[in-house]
């Protein structure tokens, strides 16, 4: 597991290597993609997501659904299943983590990310619809769905067939990236999570969650909206009334907060871990990363579910697919964000369980800034009354990227530890001969936990449950996320290999979901930040060279406004069904 660790970090490194360097840092090449393309975006749609935001709520209500266009589920279950796959493990545990390591200045960039994400993420959902491919539903099996659509449709459409290999390059990126993001990042938190809390081992729970997982999609996209239209409204409303209470009760404490988060956001001075010290640019790389594994706006996925909708106007589920990240990013994180800085949980050091062969143990060293940034795991840590035995340069015991100040054998931590820790065995040897698989030091909490964490704090003024609320919302969110990715995928295999191949993809999909849970936690956020950072360029590139096509199809839309004839067929087709 080390090994495998030690090789995707590396090939992580090299992937963010890639960019503009600046002040001895380097603004990594999907930064500079992502925010550039949303810039440009924004200006040539003539702020989309700013004058066109409340059609976009009205045409999620279903009033101007008509069930007689082609698709094969409403905006609404369209709109919950994109969202059941970007509302999840990214509001809990990515927000969390983009404060841990950025402090709390990463959420304005995450803020920036969404903001421009809007405009992408209605562009790449209008193309879809647009060039998506719709078969007669007589022609195609139960569970395949009669429609196809995403960047990989509207490349090799719009674009034309010389571009056909950027859409192959893409479908193929993707279909990984469902694996990994979507799927082994969701199981691994759900995992972690619930080890955490009740000591249920990975496997066990892993086992129970992909079973789940396989029980929904193998009945295809009109299961996954069906499901995900109960699944998405009902966890979000629980999370976010549980997030405006705690907001309620540290009232006084908000535009502190809010002080602290613009403060940090230009003049950082460190997160958690210390990597954020006196370098914006770490900052805004963890709201960027961040920010787009909350919300996928460039990232071209969420286009695919989109493209299901039922509608014969492509702008119409455009406007649909901007509230995303408003929803999910701009209400929905900074919600989380706030309950994690109001309570002081996001630098706090609470007691906990060291267990010596976790995969949230890594070894650290101080830089030439003075911040931390990782070493190599060292033979052995000799400890002495609690504390490390560090010599100048050498790489520090840490946990959650945090180096621990004091080791104890007992969890009421009375009796500090002095012996050997051996990394390599995952014990820790006394001066007296007993050896510990375990031990116990305060220590910060990081993703999922923290926001735990956070929400116990907060909803302490009326119970010791808010923990429990988070629980459930990750363990809800985790399942919806997967569900909903799998479709994802299995829309890049069908365009690779045909509808054939559908069901293998989703049997495979539920053996990487098991694969997921047993992995190591940095493993699996770093395979997805990896696959994340490869599969926007090939769409972010189509957004652009189509661009003039999208300002095309929503002047055309708001021109002719074909909603005030939409309602009116509504209108008929309720009055039709109630007789």
Request: aromatic residues 10%; hydrophobic residues 50%.
């Amino acid at each position: 597991m080390e090994t495998l660790a030690q090789i995707v970090s590396s090939i992580k490194y090299v992937v963010d290597s890639f960019g503009i360097p600046v002040s001895g840092e380097t603004i990594p090449l999907k930064v500079i993609a992502l925010l550039g393309v949303g810039i440009f975006l924004t200006f040539k749609l003539r702020f989309v997501q700013v004058r066109h935001l409340f059609h976009g709520f009205g045409v999620t209500t279903g009033k101007y659904d008509d069930p007689n266009e082609p698709g094969d589920v409403s905006h609404f279950q369209a709109l919950t299943t994109a969202l059941s796959a970007t509302v999840g493990i990214g509001n809990i545990a990515g927000a969390a983590w983009a404060i841990h390591w950025g402090g709390p200045g990463a959420l304005f960039w995450m803020w920036m990310t969404a903001l421009l994400g809007m405009a992408t993420k209605f562009s790449e959902v209008t193309l879809a619809q647009h060039y998506r491919q719709v078969k007669n539903k007589e022609d195609v099996g139960k569970y395949e769905g009669s429609v196809s659509g995403g960047p990989m449709y509207y490349i090799e459409r719009g674009l034309g067939p010389n571009w056909r290999w950027m859409a192959i390059f893409f479908a193929v990126m993707l279909g990984s990236t469902a694996f990994l993001t979507g799927n082994a990042v969701q199981a691994n938190t759900v995992a972690d999570t619930v080890q955490s809390t009740f000591g249920v081992p990975n496997l066990v729970t892993g086992l129970v969650s992909a079973a789940i997982i396989a029980a929904v999609i193998l009945g295809g996209i009109t299961r996954i909206g069906k499901v995900t239209g109960i699944l998405a409204p009902v966890m979000a409303g629980i999370y976010v009334v549980s997030a405006l209470l705690i907001i309620l009760f540290n009232i006084d404490k908000v535009l502190p907060a809010f002080g602290l988060i613009f403060t940090e956001a230009f003049n950082p001075t460190a997160g958690v871990a210390g990597t954020g010290i006196g370098a914006f640019l770490v900052t805004l790389n963890w709201g960027v990363n961040r920010g787009l594994f909350s919300n996928e706006a460039g990232q071209g996925s969420a286009p695919i579910a989109h493209a299901a909708a039922q509608t014969d106007e492509p702008v119409s589920e455009g406007v649909v697919g901007l509230i995303e990240p408003f929803i999910d990013t701009i209400v929905i994180v900074t919600m989380t964000a706030l309950v994690i800085i109001m309570t002081g949980s996001w630098d706090a050091r609470v007691a906990t369980e060291l267990t010596l062969d976790g995969g949230d143990i890594s070894y650290i060293a101080l830089d030439d800034r003075g911040a931390w940034e990782e070493g190599a795991t060292p033979d052995e840590v000799r400890i002495l009354d609690g504390v490390q035995q560090i010599a100048a340069g050498a790489v520090h015991f840490a946990w959650h990227d945090v180096a621990v100040s004091r080791f104890f054998t007992d969890v009421e931590q009375t009796r500090p530890f002095s012996g050997l820790l051996t990394p390599s065995a995952a014990t820790a040897v006394s001066d007296d001969g007993t050896s510990y698989g375990v031990l116990y030091a305060d220590a910060p909490e990081g993703g999922a936990p923290l926001t735990m964490l956070a929400f116990r704090r907060g909803l302490k003024p009326i119970g010791d449950f808010g923990h429990h609320i988070v629980l459930i919302s990750v363990l809800l969110f985790g399942l919806s996320t997967a569900i909903s990715w799998s479709y994802y995928g299995d829309r890049c295999a069908e365009y690779l290999f045909g509808s054939k191949a559908v069901t293998p993809y989703r049997l495979v999909y539920v053996g990487m979901h098991l694969m997921g849970a047993l992995i190591a936690p940095a493993v699996a956020w770093d395979l997805g930040d990896i696959f994340l950072g490869i599969v926007i360029l090939p769409n972010l590139l189509a957004l652009v060279m189509l661009s003039g096509k999208l300002r095309e199809l929503m002047d055309s839309y708001f021109e002719r406004k074909p909603w005030i004839q939409n309602l009116e067929d509504h209108k008929q087709w309720v009055a039709e069904h109630k007789k």
